[in-house]
């Protein structure tokens, strides 16, 4: 049975993975607005990133957390490769080693956590300081990437996507760990807030992934969530983080790996579409 739930996740890994680079190869040439809601491709990338969220989940049915969780890290390895053959080119050798430095140091930190099961609690006043830090994140974030371009501007509002994304996984953390079969427990705020945080979420993702450079940011976005997640579910949820010397020293080199990998995505040059207006301009007559 674990091979089949370590199956259906990887199949559902790379549907992630596809589903985000249909997106973005979108917003390189829409740009993050509204008109994206016009493009079926973009809806196609998002149907197939939700099968693959989906397909994820299912695989939990059938696997332990141990040894499902880590393989959303590929999403990474797919989906750098997958987005160079949209945008019509090969590959840079730096997005291969670069991407798997990446999933290989982020998979050494998320081994180290342990997997202590504990029902999940969070107060109100906690919940809303946590939508209150995460939302100054994305204010600083947002305001500091508007006077930023490239790789520093994508790494900001990626920061912010990776933040959201985060408080959406640790909402549905608290709310899936205390459902326990009865449905009245789901009639929370705490529900409700989900789909608005995952919206959020969208959006921002679309305004990293725009900018072109998709490595830093898809790696970002991957970095940013499980790391924000995990220090949410130890100063609020109370779950256990790592300690002593025998797991700090492997998180020290996992770290510099993760970071190495970081910096040669950065090194790359961006994707570039054609924007809305150069298409605009395109379909202007020219005057004699």
Known sequence: MTWIGVSIALVGALGYALGAALQQFEAVSEG??????????????GVIGFTGASLHAVALSFAPLV???????????FAVPLAALLHGRRPHRGEFFGSIAVAAGLLGLLLLVPMHSVTPHMTNPEAFGFIGTVGLVVLLAH??????TGV????????A????????????RVVGGNFKGDFANLLTWFSLAIPILLIWAVVLLQKSYEVGYFGIAYAAVQVVDPITSILAGALLLDEAMPS???????????AAVLIWGTITLARLAPDKGVSAEMREQAKTPVAP
């Open 244 to 254: 002593g010397w025998s797991n700090v020293i492997p998180a020290l080199f996992a």
């Open 143 to 148: 305001l500091a990437g508007r006077k930023a």
């Open 161 to 172: 996507a990776g933040a959201v994304t985060a408080s959406v996984s640790t909402f549905v």
């Open 32 to 45: 993050a607005s509204l008109k994206l809601m016009r493009r079926p491709r973009w809806w196609l990338g």
């Open 67 to 77: 040894a499902i969780q880590p393989i959303s890290v590929l999403t990474l390895v």
């Open 152 to 159: 520093p501007k994508v790494l900001l509002l990626s920061v």
